[in-house]
């Protein structure tokens, strides 16, 4: 009964835009987890680097989503 349901939501498209926006997402926070290991390899100070990586994988990965949402 619950498949059915979620057949209606999840289609193929769907689980597609969901791995290219993950796939970009994760790749995003790797690029700015690596530059700011190199920024407090060279300039040590306190930052809020979890919330700076967690919020750019937010962003990413919702706005890849809306945008093949809207343009497949």
Do not use: P
């Not at 619950?2 to 790749?27: P, Q, V, Y």
């Not at 919330?51 to 945008?67: E, G, P, R, Y």
């Amino acid at each position: 009964m619950i498949a059915r349901i979620l057949a209606k939501f999840a289609d193929e498209r769907f689980l597609m835009h969901r791995l290219r926006s993950t796939s970009i997402a994760g790749l995003t926070s790797t690029m700015l987890a690596a530059l700011l290991y190199f920024w407090h390899l060279f300039h040590y100070q306190m930052a809020w680097e979890l919330f700076a990586i967690v919020l750019t994988n937010a962003v990413v990965k919702v706005s890849c989503m809306l945008w093949y949402r809207t343009h497949d």
